[in-house]
């Protein structure tokens, strides 16, 4: 009996693949089958139709489960650095909906959108709908988040191990304003700004790219100006401003203001390797004649055969703790004008200031002069 029982069941799933409906089908076992009644046919069909359910179940389950795990190892895994770096908000967009949706299917498991809007009773998704569609929201920003991290240090590591550094120059810049808050007093206005560069990749390939870059540095900025940039030799697509933050990030190179000892430094190194020397101190020098500049840092660097000088215009801390360098204050010096001696060097420091006349503001700069030399 329950053998027969079995291949009806299955005769029934066979005419249910078929796409023949319910009455059409007990119309053919009852024609089929004579001993069979109507009530027999209709638990036989039920029964079948809830194994071929269960059986559709499982595969849509696993089908879900296998494009999770693809998207997953796609985004996670695959996605190439410079694929996600020209498309950083695509991409982690994209992942993050596609793996919260087959995660949520492959838990909930809808058949179609009219499964989805149906109340089923005794249907233990309809009691935790709501409850899932926050989770997948919440999952989905997560994704998101996280493909993006994870595809940055991809970027990142690509520069670390394989950048190749370079000099080019600025040919333009601007500014655009992104926000305006109206505050107390005036409206605060919030900005980007971008930077407009060239030059040449190690094979001679010529390149201009917009980057985007810190307020304080596109101060500073201007046309032809020199500045270095790091592009991956695998990616050539992957490239970056070397600001002082990019090259501590990239190329592991300090970011600290100029004391005694770097001056002492800069009167004993060969002037071809002084650049090289200043820029693992601080990054962004460039040679100018007989001087080394750094528009970053506003600072400047003349060496000559009887001294080094170092201007800048911003407060620095050469100064500051200058007797832990052997230095001592030699007395009577004036306010502006001080000097300092150790046992082999003198060290002057003056303060100067100059006001602009033309300036709608009228301006004030204050330029720092340190002057260094053997005794």
């Keep these: 009996m329950n053998d027969t029982k079995e291949t009806l069941i299955k005769d ?21 089958h004579k001993n069979l009644s109507e009530e027999q046919v209709k638990q036989l069909i039920n029964e079948a139709v809830a194994i071929k359910e269960k059986r559709t179940d499982t595969i849509l389950r696993v089908f879900w489960i296998v494009l999770l795990l693809v998207t997953f190892w796609f985004f ?23 793996l919260a949706f087959f995660l949520f299917q492959a838990i909930m498991n809808y058949r179609s959108i009219e499964d989805f809007v149906t109340k089923h ?11 899932m569609l926050g989770v997948f929201l919440v999952l989905a920003v997560f994704f998101m988040y996280s493909i993006s991290k994870i595809n940055r240090a991809k970027v990142d590591n690509e520069l670390k191990n394989n950048g190749l550094v370079v000099q080019g120059k600025i040919i333009d810049g601007y500014e655009k304003i992104t926000k305006r808050t109206a505050k107390r007093g005036g409206i605060s206005e919030s900005s980007s700004y971008t930077l407009k560069i060239h030059y040449n990749q190690k094979d001679g390939t010529s390149k201009t790219i917009s980057k985007g870059i810190n307020g304080r540095y596109y101060r500073y900025s201007y046309k032809e100006m020199p500045v270095d940039v790091i592009y991956s030799e695998k990616y050539p697509s ?7 933050e990019a090259a501590k990030k990239y190329l592991d190179k300090k970011q600290r203001k100029l004391t005694p000892a770097d001056l002492i430094m800069v009167i004993k190194t060969e002037n071809a390797a002084v650049k090289d020397s200043l820029n693992n101190i601080y990054y962004g020098w460039h040679k100018v004649e007989n001087s080394w500049i750094n528009d970053w840092l506003q600072a400047a660097v003349k060496k000559d055969v009887y001294a080094v000088y170092y201007l800048t215009t911003e407060a620095n801390n ?12 030699i007395s009577g010096s004036e306010e502006k004008v001080k000097n300092y001696e150790s046992d082999k060097y003198t060290l002057q420091f003056i303060s100067s200031v100059e006001r602009d006349k033309n300036s709608k503001n009228f301006t004030v700069t204050t330029t720092f002069i340190y002057s260094l030399q053997p005794k």
């Design 12 to 32: 029934i799933i066979s005419q249910l693949k078929k796409g023949k409906s319910k009455p059409k089908i007990k119309k053919y076992l009852l024609a089929k």
């Design 76 to 98: 996670f895994i695959k996605l190439a650095p410079d694929t996600y770096y020209n498309s950083p908000i695509f991409f982690p967009l994209i992942g993050g909906i596609l």
């Design 121 to 131: 009773k005794n249907d233990w998704r309809t009691k935790i709908k709501s409850a």
């Design 238 to 244: 992957i490239v970056e401003v070397l600001t002082p």
């Design 318 to 329: 050469i100064l500051r703790n200058i007797e832990e360098n052997g230095f001592k204050k």
